[in-house]
């Protein structure tokens, strides 16, 4: 089905036009960049920031949508795991690999093969292009998460393409 | 389904983040435009032209995608007949609601409740807002159109939300 990937035809568009006019096109993200760590130029840091934001905006909305009037959330992990089925089949036709905890707060979600990365060679090639077709995603987390009453952390790392693990951190309150 | 609503919230987001970096931002585009046309400011121009390219491409990349194998386009009407078809389920969910054409080339496709327009009242209220959730889809139609062999001018007007019409002119070769 095309709308299948049109969001990701869309998506690919969107880091491409925010990259277009970084108006400062310095070297490339360091590779297993968290999204704002140093390597990236100001520029970059600004369009990172815009597509977290607008990742963040539509996981709120979608959070809103999907169909959680059957579940009770009774603990921060139950959301989570909400996360990794039905957002991830909602948004990718696909449920997240993994799912481990500390049981502190701190989340990660492996995907082993992310399909935004997917276009892109697997290995270590073109890793340092990677942290631009997370940010969206990091936000789309946070916002689900937002809209689930749960403030948090989300950032994204890549060892190998296409594998990717999203750290959520929840602070305690 | 979430996945339904993906691509419409991503849009938004799209256009409100190019509408957001507007350097220059004036008084409303003209209602009725065809999105180049006077009443836009130059900033607002350039936003229309990024959101018709960024349509272009992913129409271009959807044209490769759709099943079109299975049909003979013997004429530019067939093609016309597919994207209502085909197309416009693929990313809105539904069929366009009519397909008219002066048999020299230009076609008038009418949506009478376009997806993209459907958020915001109906009537005559925001249709100076209308422009710029039409600009990428004119690029969609004339980047499929073009994967398909045929190069088209493709604007669109809105007379009373939320119908829309889509003007496509295929110059004579």
Chains 1, 2 share one sequence.
Not at 94 to 123: E, I
Request: net charge negative; hydrophobic share 45%; glycine share 8%.
């Amino acid at each position: 089905m095309a709308d299948t990937v049109l969001f990701e035809f869309l998506h690919t568009e969107m880091v491409a036009e925010l990259w277009a006019h970084d108006p400062d096109p310095g070297p490339g993200v360091s590779a297993g960049s968290r999204g704002e760590e140093v390597g990236a130029t100001t520029g970059q840091k600004m369009s990172l920031s815009v597509l977290e934001g607008m990742g963040f905006r539509v996981g709120q909305a979608l959070g809103e949508r999907l169909p959680r009037e059957t579940l009770a959330f009774r603990e921060e992990l139950d959301v989570l795991k909400f996360l990794c089925k039905d957002l991830w089949v909602a948004v990718f036709q696909k449920q997240m690999d993994s799912l481990r905890t500390n049981h502190q707060g701190t989340y990660v979600l492996q995907d082993n093969s992310f399909p935004l990365l997917l276009p892109m060679a697997s290995g270590l090639q073109y890793l340092e292009e990677a942290p631009k077709f997370l940010a969206f995603t990091c936000g789309l987390l946070r916002g689900a998460l937002c809209t689930l009453g749960i403030e948090s952390v989300v950032t994204a790392s890549v060892a190998a393409l296409p594998v990717c693990k999203f750290q959520v951190v929840i602070p305690k309150s």
